[in-house]
């Protein structure tokens, strides 16, 4: 196994910056596509060759509910320095009720609502939800990443952190694990270094680990059989299973989406994201690039659905593993607030920095 890389502050801090960019720009460069079943490559590829002028004139791309939340969760962090559950909860309902047209989810739109009349009942809007089982959406997976970085140098402190976060407006146990897995996948990408060549089969073996551990207790109270299925687990699998074949030929993106999904629920996306992201490490065939956050967003829009989420989850891996030097500055000039974002993962590196060693 490889030894741990002691990740140097500026790479750190570079990483933490590129992880937002990634957020914002997967978003962004995604929402044109959402729920496109079959994405024309040809269309695809013309839409981001235009992007990748330097000195194009285009109007800034607006991104959705993904970035808007992510970013009222950095922001509480960086001002109140440390997690606040009201003070989010505030956030998300001020800015949904500013720009309701960001593409949110009606489940979450009922919590916002419940919200406005009054905060002192916090838990209890997502708890009511779908019969008492809660949202299982990617909802709480695809604005984790502020959380990710905040949390970056422990384990117990993420999954408490990411839990509680997660449930304030999706309580399915399907769509927490998929946040603390995501989560995870990108505590694992910050530790990495950039330089060296990133050992999937590690990678996953240790993501399955934490994952494991989170499905062995998290589903008891809920009914879910685990000797039929271990959900995030089994999705690893079949990660892995994903990238042997692409090893040997070329995997249809149909094959891809049958396998793993390209949905709004946590479990058919948020893996999704994590293998366009691995599988993004080497190059694609029919994608014509040798930069890899391209590379990755590209795939991940190539595969359909709910492509602004599963790119945005996608890029923040990337940013967070390569760090800046993968994101074209021109390309955060193209999309709506992603300077700001990047500024934000730094004031989050600044907020943290002088963390405990590793735990």
């Known amino acids: 196994m490889m030894a741990r890389y002691n990740v140097p502050n500026e790479v750190l801090k570079s990483k933490f910056r590129?992880?937002?960019?990634?957020?914002?720009?997967?978003?962004?460069?995604?929402?044109?596509?959402?729920?496109?079943?079959?994405v024309v490559k040809r269309?695809?590829?013309d839409f981001l060759n235009a992007l990748d002028q330097p000195d194009a004139k285009l109007a800034p791309l607006r991104y959705s509910d993904d970035t808007a939340m992510t970013r009222s969760i950095a922001e509480s962090l960086v001002e109140n320095q440390k997690v606040d559950?009201?003070?989010?909860?505030?956030?998300?309902?001020?800015?949904?009720?500013?720009?309701?047209?960001?593409?949110?989810?009606?489940?979450?739109?009922?919590?916002?609502?419940?919200?406005?009349?009054?905060l002192d009942d916090l838990w209890n809007p997502a708890k009511e939800q779908y019969n008492g089982d809660g949202s299982y959406g990617n909802g709480g997976a695809m604005r984790v990443a502020p959380i990710a970085l905040f949390c970056h140098n422990s384990h117990d402190l993420l999954v408490?952190?990411?839990?509680?976060?997660?449930?304030?407006?999706?309580?399915?146990?399907?769509?927490?694990?998929?946040?603390?897995?995501?989560?995870?996948?990108?505590?694992?990408?910050?530790?990495?270094?950039?330089?060296?060549?990133?050992?999937?089969?590690?990678?996953?073996?240790?993501?399955?680990?934490?994952?494991?551990?989170?499905?062995?207790?998290?589903?008891?109270?809920h009914g879910f059989d685990l000797g039929k299925n271990?959900?995030?687990?089994?999705?690893?699998?079949?990660?892995?299973?994903?990238?042997?074949?692409?090893?040997?030929?070329?995997?249809?993106?149909?094959?891809?989406?049958?396998?793993?999904?390209?949905?709004?629920?946590?479990?058919?996306?948020?893996?999704?994201?994590?293998?366009?992201?691995?599988?993004?490490?080497?190059?694609?065939?029919?994608?014509?690039?040798?930069?890899?956050?391209r590379r990755t967003i590209e795939y991940a829009i190539s595969l359909g659905g709910d492509t602004d989420t599963i790119a945005s989850m996608a890029a923040a891996l990337v940013g967070s593993y390569y760090g800046e030097e993968v994101i074209p500055q021109y390309y955060l000039k193209h999309t709506e607030a992603g300077k700001e974002l990047a500024h934000l993962g730094e004031k989050l590196y600044d907020l943290v920095a002088p963390d405990l060693p590793p735990k």
């Open 18 to 38: 590129a992880c937002l960019a990634g957020v914002v720009l997967g978003d962004c460069l995604g929402v044109p596509f959402e729920g496109i079943e079959k």
């Open 43 to 45: 269309d695809l590829s």
């Open 85 to 118: 559950e009201n003070d989010i909860a505030q956030r998300f309902t001020d800015v949904y009720f500013k720009e309701p047209n960001r593409g949110y989810g009606e489940g979450v739109v009922q919590v916002f609502t419940k919200w406005r009349t009054s």
């Open 160 to 221: 408490k952190t990411v839990t509680s976060v997660t449930k304030l407006t999706h309580t399915n146990p399907l769509a927490i694990s998929g946040a603390l897995f995501q989560s995870m996948a990108i505590q694992q990408a910050l530790s990495l270094d950039p330089d060296e060549k990133l050992d999937e089969k590690i990678f996953l073996k240790n993501l399955r680990e934490k994952i494991e551990a989170i499905e062995e207790t998290i589903y008891d109270d």
């Open 230 to 293: 271990w959900y995030y687990r089994n999705r690893i699998n079949i990660i892995e299973k994903l990238l042997e074949e692409c090893r040997l030929k070329n995997v249809s993106d149909e094959e891809v989406v049958s396998s793993l999904g390209h949905y709004v629920d946590a479990l058919n996306s948020v893996p999704t994201a994590l293998f366009c992201f691995l599988r993004s490490t080497q190059k694609i065939p029919h994608i014509q690039t040798n930069n890899a956050l």
